[in-house]
């Protein structure tokens, strides 16, 4: 049996960075807190809270002093930092710095026109997600977010509009959003739209359907909470229908084995390395037993 692990799957460089300014902090000190799970992965969660890392509720945060907080890559709202400022917090910023950039450009898209009438902030993304949760802040919460097509009504198509994505979101769905709002917008209203979707996540796309049509069967290793991970798991599924979602090496039937000459695991940009790893060899384990 051929077993292969993609080479393009795995953590995208904010993840990596913020696992690493982690690290840093934990073998010097041994103890460090972090905002909301570093990662949209239990497993290694799991692996970083055995060293020492203590995940925290912003509610949970208001409540610290004379610590240090790490940033995940997702980024924060500018209320964060305030906190951190009263109660004397010392920031680790792991804030991805695609996401960073594009927390600014909604910045200046607001504060530009704070004494106008303001034009709609629109943010294409997964609503309450962490990043999401970041970028409306930028906004002092005024940004409308829309999940998808079947919420474009959300917007008054008769003011301006200035539409941004979350990073992670569907290229193509996200043109399609521009189309309709071109189709649909008065003719008088002044429209900038602004492709802010990190193309290291968007190359994903083309990358994973030909590595999920290349096997016979394909394991996508995924956490619970990965909204990324679910884009892609649905990309693999619709170029290769024998494909399955799991957590780790656990979930797998050997059933699934049967009559299979061609595994092929891939996995989210929250996915590590190890555990795509830990998974491949429970199979080579299961084959030769």
Known sequence: MVIEIDNGSGFCFGVTTAIHKAEEELDKTGHLFCLGDIVHNSNEVERLKQKGLVTITHEQMQQLHDVKVLLRAHGEPPETYEIARRNNIEIIDATCPVVLQLQRRIRKSYSEHRDETLPQIVIYGKRGHAEVNGLVGQTEGSAIVIESLAEIDKIDFNRDIYLYSQTTKSLQGFKTIVEEIKHRIGPDVEFFSFDTICRSVANRIPQIRA??????????????????????????????PNSHLISNENDIDPHWLDGITSVGICGATSTPRWLMTQVKEFIEFIVDN
Request: aromatic fraction near 10%; proline fraction near 0%; glycine fraction near 6%.
């Open 211 to 240: 590595f999920a049509s290349r096997h016979e069967l394909v394991l996508f290793v995924c956490g619970k909470k990965s909204s990324n991970g679910r884009n892609l798991f649905n990309e693999c599924v619709d170029a290769n």
